[in-house]
């Protein structure tokens, strides 16, 4: 099983990135392959409303967001991690989420298989993160 993981968070070193490679470090234990992207190094322009996803079923805009989608899509499952900004989420990842076609579909297929409640050991982690 392959996981990815994306960091919607500018900050590679932040708490948003801290809790994911957390994640990231449980699911390496239980043997699950991972790949860990900051949205924040890749180049990645706004979604432009053209609609040629829909017709093509791929992004008429050729940078990394097209690639990301693609690894996306033949992933078991993918894990989205982003700081919130005025009860939103960060710029970055709603950027993913506009120009990302393979995310249509992804939260009822891919994001139920694994499925995994991470609050209390994220909880327990970031505790010491915050208080070093």
Known sequence: MKVIIINGSYRKGGITAAALHM?????NEKGVET????????????CMG???????GHCGIKD????????????????????????NVSGLMKDLIDR????????????SKIWYNYEALIRRRLEVLLFE
């Open 23 to 27: 994640i990231e470090a449980d699911l």
């Open 35 to 46: 790949a860990f992207y900051n949205l924040g190094e890749i180049s990645m322009s706004h």
């Open 50 to 56: 053209c609609c040629t996803c829909y017709r093509t």
């Open 64 to 87: 990394d967001a097209e690639r990301i989608s693609e690894i996306i899509a033949e992933a078991d499952g993918v894990i989205l991690g982003t700081p919130t900004y005025a009860s």
């Open 100 to 111: 990302g076609h393979s995310i249509c579909g992804l939260f009822g297929a891919k994001g």
